[in-house]
């Protein structure tokens, strides 16, 4: 199977996926959550926090990763700041599917700390120039050597 033909079949498998999720959310819509006060105040702090920064430009998968969930738990406190029931012992909020979704996902593959870039001067001393490099070097399972 081609490349082209791998990824068209990941396009269909993508669009079933979103059908299943349609079904699912047709049968849940919102899903009512308790939250103990201290994560229910750090969602809603991560909400009020202001990051006018600009981008962050290039990303690694790992801090692309650890970016969008912040974003979801933000959204996770403006439900809270929004519509929460602030009990003695417990936060009560009606979440979307999609938020509630996205904590369990965080839940169940928490997220490491990405390594900070290499500066300049350490990738070179730890990288011979690619014209050095013998195909062996570069991968040895490859035949070209790439």
């Given at each position: 199977m081609s490349r082209a033909e791998q990824y068209a079949r990941y396009q269909e498998d993508a669009r079933t996926l979103a059908a299943i999720g349609a079904c699912?959310?047709?049968r849940t819509?919102?899903?009512i959550v308790r939250?103990?006060?201290p994560l229910a105040e750090a969602a809603?702090?991560?909400w009020q926090r202001d990051e006018t920064d600009e981008a962050?430009?290039?990303e690694s998968r790992q801090e692309y990763a650890l970016r969008d969930q912040a974003a979801e738990l933000a959204l996770i406190g403006l439900a809270l700041a929004d519509r929460g029931h602030w009990g003695t012992?417990?936060?009560v909020v009606d979440l979307d599917t999609a938020s509630a979704a996205a904590a369990v996902r965080?839940?169940?593959r928490p997220p490491r700390t990405p390594k900070p870039?290499?500066?300049e001067d350490e990738r070179a001393a730890q990288s011979p120039p690619d014209d050095q490099h013998t195909p062996d070097e570069r991968n040895p399972h490859s035949p070209s050597g790439d």
């Open positions: 699912v959310e047709t819509g919102r899903v939250l103990p006060h809603v702090a991560a962050p430009g290039p012992e417990k936060v965080a839940s169940r870039p290499a500066r």
